[in-house]
């Protein structure tokens, strides 16, 4: 399984070079965020050895068993965490994130700066924006967004660098990722996270700076436990 993920990654990367490039944008200006929750250790280092260098994982504590080891080697990596955040998981996110891209509520916002003056560092933040303003999701209501962001912009000043969404499922996304795309240029933020296995070439036509890939890479998600990492706790 462990080779299939070198020759995933190229293909994923070639889809993006090819979505970027139909969109006149500069496939370079595309970040690929490598998802490997529930995916064990073994699995982010085949992906590192074919060159990827940006992963994304949705629960800190699994973050933390998988990545811990990693940091302490040469190879340099970036973490986002990209699922919802509770307050008391904040403080291990502020610790080894580059990247929180679940920022949606002001108790977090709150969290997340107490954590940082404990902490010594503050990564970069995303707003989660609830495009689809979907009962079960996380992210900021649209009707808020604008208001939300601002006061964290107040807040976090530059480190807050861009918005981020998961469209509702069985819809068409572009409309919800141009909802997104608008709304940073109303803020004037550059990063826009947006687009997953199935529809990251239309997010990256609507404008995404950053996709977050996950099965197209890695292959389906073994069942939540059976991996060799900790069990992630609720
Ligand atoms: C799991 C997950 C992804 C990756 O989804 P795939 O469909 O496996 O590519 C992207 N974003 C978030 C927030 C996720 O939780």
Request: include cysteine; proline fraction near 6%; charged fraction near 25%.
């Amino acid at each position: 399984m462990l080779p299939a993920i070198a020759g995933a990654l190229a293909r994923v990367r070639g889809e993006l070079d090819l979505a970027a490039k139909a969109a006149g944008r500069d496939p370079g200006a595309v970040s690929l965020v490598a998802v490997s929750k529930f995916h064990p250790e073994a699995a982010v280092r085949a992906a590192m050895a074919a060159g990827q260098r940006v992963f994304g994982e949705n629960r800190v504590q699994e973050a933390l068993g998988k990545f811990a080891l990693l940091r302490q080697e040469p190879t340099p990596f970036r973490l986002h965490i990209i699922g919802g955040l509770q307050t008391n998981k904040a403080r291990d996110a502020v610790r080894i994130a580059d990247v929180i891209e679940t920022l949606d509520r002001p108790k977090l916002a709150d969290a997340i700066a107490d954590a940082s003056e404990r902490e010594g560092r503050l990564p970069d933040l995303l707003v989660q924006v609830n495009v689809g303003d979907e009962a079960q999701k996380g992210g900021v209501a649209m009707a808020e967004a604008d208001a939300f962001i601002e006061s964290v912009h107040a807040r976090f000043g530059t480190r807050l660098r861009g918005l981020m969404c998961i469209p509702p499922a069985e819809t068409d996304p572009k409309p919800h990722f141009l909802w997104l795309q608008a709304c940073a240029a109303r803020h004037g933020l550059a990063e826009l996270s947006m687009g997953m296995s199935g529809d990251f070439t239309d997010a990256i036509a609507c404008g995404a700076t950053e996709v977050r890939v996950g099965t197209a890479i890695f292959g389906h998600r073994p069942p939540a436990g059976t991996a060799d990492v900790p069990t992630p706790s609720l």
